[in-house]
């Protein structure tokens, strides 16, 4: 009905991690691979940028040289601290760095976008197709960010992946991967599926299903989401 495309959609694992120790940061990192994820994220905006630096680099070395990193800072800096950031993560050749700075802040996205040297994800706290054509048309942003639960919806998550197409940009996502797999499974210029449930897997009839780094996008009717209501009485409320 979204009219198709590869049910086959690129998919990253997100996770809460800032402060993780480094040690626990890798051990994490396994789990994700041996989970079947080909991309990871994880946080920066720690209050001394060496150790986001130190962080990372043990992520890349973990890694290799070709293995798909991003990094997401969630608005902590200042348009200037994002640029200088971005500047000291190049080396580490991320995908793309999330939520630099305000989403408010068009005119400043702007900025880390032409200074700052990297790709930038926005887009998760924007809520309308208007916030998103401002941001997109300004040049604000590199890999826009829809979440369904809060742009308005499958409706216009479509229209921003549409928006984004006519811009030449890839599309990503944030939250609610079991609902958005068939969004983005729908978008030609999709680039990769967040994967963050928060333990909401173990609720779920069927979770979302990896194969070779890829997320497959169900056959199921509709949204294909079907509750574990036996798994869910645990945790009933009296």
């Given amino acids: 009905m979204l009219g198709g ?3 086959r959609v690129p998919c990253y694992a997100g996770g809460i991690d800032l402060d993780l120790s480094v040690d626990a940061l890798l051990r994490q990192t396994d789990d994700n691979l041996a989970r079947g994820f080909r991309a990871i994220k994880l946080k920066v905006g720690r209050p001394s940028l060496r ?6 680099r043990a992520m890349r070395a973990h890694l290799g ?10 608005m902590r800096w200042s348009v200037d601290e994002a640029i200088r950031a971005a500047r000291a993560l190049a080396e580490c050749d991320p995908v793309w760095l999330e939520e630099p700075t305000s989403p408010e802040d068009v005119p400043g996205h702007v900025r880390i976008v032409r200074e700052g040297g990297l790709p930038i994800a926005a887009g998760e706290n924007l809520h309308t197709l208007a916030e998103f054509r401002q941001l997109i048309a300004a040049g604000g942003v590199t890999f826009p960010e829809p979440d369904v639960t809060n742009c308005g919806g499958v409706t216009v998550f479509m229209k921003i992946c549409h928006l984004a197409e006519a811009f030449c940009l890839p599309v990503t996502s944030h939250g609610a991967h079991d609902v958005t797999v068939h969004l983005l499974a729908a978008a030609p210029n999709r680039s990769y599926l967040e994967a963050h449930g928060f333990g909401l897997d173990r609720f779920i009839a069927e979770p979302l299903r990896l194969e070779a780094g890829a997320a497959l996008a169900p056959e199921r009717p509709g949204h294909g989401v079907e509750f574990d209501w036996k798994g869910l009485d645990a945790v009933r409320a009296s």
Avoid: C, G, H
């Fill in 5 to 7: 495309f590869d049910p």
């Fill in 51 to 56: 150790e986001d630096i130190e962080r990372v």
């Fill in 65 to 74: 040289a070709e293995f798909s990193l991003m990094v997401d800072a969630n």
